[in-house]
């Protein structure tokens, strides 16, 4: 092994904490205490890295509160410590190890929480097309075309939840405590997550229209996305959901 290979491997193995004694002997002396450097070093680098997740998952970290907040990242960066540039692709990772770490088992719907978060900061970093206007609805409406397909904003994220966030999201906005929800207020939730004019808007959907307009993001036609919203909402009423879509910056030409 090289003396750069090595010197490599002992500042890995001092970043992910376990130990500095190796790679203290690759330092040149100096006025301060070799572990005083190394601390504050792996202070920095640590804090870099709370700061990066905190940013963009700041409810999660405040339902956790800071003590549990640093030990999941800390855990976090030992497992996944960034091997690119860019933390904010880092931090996309962060969701999938909530689901995998044993302690975040005492709030079974922060992974859902994370993935809300996400979806905000990826529809904030989005960019914003021209949108759609009535007069463009209607010529595709009634353009004779035998499927009519939309297009959606860039920054419009349809999600499905397995717990009732606007609940949770609520109550601990309003109350600044870890929701307890009884067993009346289990169920799944659905949102309508997107930007306009650099302002991120979050709207709460029934379960058969969030099915309506997925199925038209995903560029199904209008029959599909019809039928398929009626398997749950037999009246489903699509004048309605039409209204919806037009009366919020969320289609493009």
Known sequence: MSVLAKVQRDFCQFILGHGHQNFMRHMKPTDLPKETLLDIYHHNIFSVHFRSLENDYPLVFSIMGESAA??????????????????????????????????????PYLADIAQYEWAKHAAYCAAEDPLLTPADMSQLVTGGEAAVNFHFQKSCQLMAFSHPLEQIISIYQQEKRQPLLPTDRQGSSYALIFKHQGIIKVHWLAPSLFVFMNRLKEGQDIEVAYAAAQVLEPHFDAQKAFDFLLSHPILHR
């Open 70 to 107: 640093r030990t999941i990242t800390l855990a976090y960066v030992e497992a996944s410590l960034p091997c690119i540039g860019s933390l904010e692709d880092w931090g996309a990772g962060f969701i999938a190890f909530i689901h995998r770490y044993g302690p975040t088992a005492e709030w």
